[in-house]
């Protein structure tokens, strides 16, 4: 009879042990999960401005920085640039004044990144996707869902800025 009791006392032990081993396990596989989407995000922002330089340097080989709509086609649609040759829009040409719409960052992100992932707008919330896009007047920021990890795009500039903080004010 005693070692059928020291059996049930050794079992809770070892059942214990692996639950403490195994709950510390699942919190680092987690912490993990989230560092990889942060740094998917962090390469999207790399490929993003790369393709983007690419696109820059096109346009200034062939010298359509003195043309008057400044446009190059991308896959095949025209994308305009700005006066310093960062592609821009395709919806209008960038002139004095230019304001970004959502449909110039929606059409930066599918015609610059190869195989982009789906992008959900911040303006249709009922739209789930891995990144959601918002934009400011001057600034696409490409954001994951429900996470403080995002990416602020330029593209009168052709600057990126990224953040694994938390968001700091509206765009």
């Not at 990144?131 to 600034?139: E, K, N, Q, T």
Request: aromatic share 10%.
């Amino acid at each position: 009879m005693n070692s059928y009791h020291s059996g049930r006392f050794e079992w809770f032990v070892v059942a214990t042990v692996i639950a403490i081993i195994s709950a510390v396990a699942l919190g680092r596989y987690l912490a993990m999960a989230d560092d990889a989407q942060n740094l998917r995000l962090e390469i999207l922002s790399h490929r993003l401005v790369t393709a983007a330089a690419n696109a820059r340097a096109e346009f200034l080989v062939k010298g359509l920085s003195q043309s008057q709509t400044r446009s190059l086609p991308i896959a095949g649609q025209p994308v305009y640039f700005s006066s310093q040759g960062w592609p821009v829009a395709v919806t209008a040409p960038v002139t004095e004044g230019f304001r970004l719409q959502e449909a110039d960052c929606v059409a930066l992100w599918n015609l610059l990144l190869q195989n982009p992932p789906p992008l959900g707008l911040e303006s249709r919330p009922e739209h789930k996707a891995e990144y959601v896009l918002s934009v400011g007047d001057s600034v696409c920021r490409f954001q994951l869902h429900e996470a403080a990890t995002f990416f602020d795009y330029y593209p009168l500039e052709g600057r990126v800025i990224f953040s694994r903080g938390s968001i700091s004010g509206n765009l």
